[in-house]
T-cell receptor, first 116, second 112 residues
Framework: GAVVSQHPSRVICKSGTSVKIECRSL??????MFWYRQFPKQSLMLMAT?????????EQGVEKDKFLINHASLTLSTLTVTSAHPEDSSFYIC????????????FGPGTRLLVL | LAKTTQPISMDSYEGQEVNITCSHN???????ITWYQQFPSQGPRFIIQ???TKVTNEVASLFIPADRKSSTLSLPRVSLSDTAVYYC?????????????FGKGTHLIIQP
């Protein structure tokens, strides 16, 4: 149990285009999901908290207009990187908190984004 | 949420028991301690979670002293496939991020 999926697993796009990444909790419901970014050989850095039915909360330094988050249901959150640039190339990982066990988070497999 | 400190790297050999300790001096009453394993280009995988004393599952044990300012992940009889980065995370019941911060993790290298 407690499986989180992400789609796509890898994406290559041209500079200036937008990319959408989906995060799904497959066998549980999640009121809260998180989005992280991880650069090579570094730790995970929290970007934002996604709350079902309300606006996302962004960490300091993360542009909310560039990283659009939508949490439309208890099993799906999406991250859209708008007008992507090469410096946005990174490994994006989502996690989800199971309802009723909300001191825990389960992580997705990650999405590798390469912006040319 | 409490920040965590772990050794940057550790080496061991196949078949040995490995203990990784994490410090979290500012842990609060409703904080839990969770350990994750991460392989390159993959998301972190949940290993074990605890609040106090000892927790054991099929892959690891977690020891938490009474003051909860540290925790130790114990991996029995490691194999080459246990080479990975291990993170301890202090997380809070209630759901929010509240300064949720991953430390640098411990890069565990298992040799034959």
């Amino acid at each position: 149990g407690a499986v989180v999926s992400q789609h796509p697993s890898r994406v290559i796009c041209k500079s200036g285009t937008s990319v959408k990444i989906e995060c799904r909790s497959l066998d549980f419901q999640a009121t809260t999901m998180f989005w992280y970014r991880q650069f090579p050989k570094q730790s995970l850095m929290l970007m934002a908290t996604s709350n079902e039915g309300s606006k996302a909360t962004y960490e300091q330094g993360v542009e909310k207009d560039k990283f659009l988050i939508n949490h439309a249901s208890l099993t799906l959150s999406t991250l859209t990187v708008t007008s992507a640039h090469p410096e946005d190339s990174s490994f994006y990982i989502c996690s989800a908190r199971p309802q009723g066990w909300e001191e825990t988070q389960y992580f997705g497999p990650g999405t590798r984004l390469l912006v040319l | 949420l409490a920040k965590t400190t772990q050794p940057i790297s550790m080496d061991s050999y196949e078949g040995q028991e490995v203990n990784i300790t994490c410090s979290h001096n500012n842990i609060a009453t409703n904080d839990y301690i969770t350990w994750y394993q991460q392989f390159p280009s993959q998301g972190p995988r949940f290993i074990i979670q605890g609040y106090k004393t000892k927790v054991t599952n099929e892959v690891a044990s977690l020891f938490i002293p009474a003051d909860r300012k540290s925790s130790t992940l114990s991996l029995p009889r490691v194999s080459l496939s246990d080479t990975a980065v291990y993170y301890c995370l202090v997380d809070r019941s209630g759901g929010g991020a509240d300064g949720l911060t991953f430390g640098k993790g411990t890069h565990l290298i298992i040799q034959p």
